[in-house]
């Protein structure tokens, strides 16, 4: 039950902070393309890479209860590939094949370079 309580805890706000920070990015930068979600999507695969590599490199000691917080509650209440398919959905459903297509690239790429910079700056960080 404790985990379940972490998780949801850590879950709820990653969500609120995915809310507000895709909502200001899309007030910014405007909403002709998932601007909001990518940026998300983006962090929150940076920093799951950078809590692995502390984590893998037992360079922070981080106990079971922490790394379901940070890692599948947090990061995964923050990041919404749910909203990105969505989005993504709605792209192709107004034949917005460009933007569709773009969408699905730089999600992807950009995502996994996320998590693959993360860890390499958590394994300089001494």
């Known amino acids: 039950m404790k985990t379940i309580i ?12 995915r809310y507000w920070l895709s ?7 405007g909403e002709t393309f998932p601007w909001g979600t990518m940026s998300v999507n983006v962090m929150g695969s940076l920093l799951i890479g950078l809590l692995v590599a ?14 379901q917080f ?15 398919s969505l989005q993504t959905f709605r792209l192709m459903q107004e034949s917005e094949w ?22 390499k700056l958590g394994q300089l960080v001494n």
């Open 54 to 67: 502390f984590v893998d490199s037992e360079r922070i000691l981080m106990s079971p209860g922490s790394r």
């Open 70 to 84: 940070l890692m599948m509650g947090f990061c995964g209440g923050f990041t919404t590939f749910s909203s990105f």
């Open 98 to 119: 460009l933007h569709a297509g773009g969408n699905i690239f730089l999600s992807v790429v950009l995502c996994v370079l996320g998590v693959f910079v993360g860890y």
């Open 6 to 17: 972490l998780i949801g805890l850590g879950s709820g706000l990653g969500g609120a902070l």
């Open 23 to 29: 909502g200001l990015v899309a007030e910014k930068i």
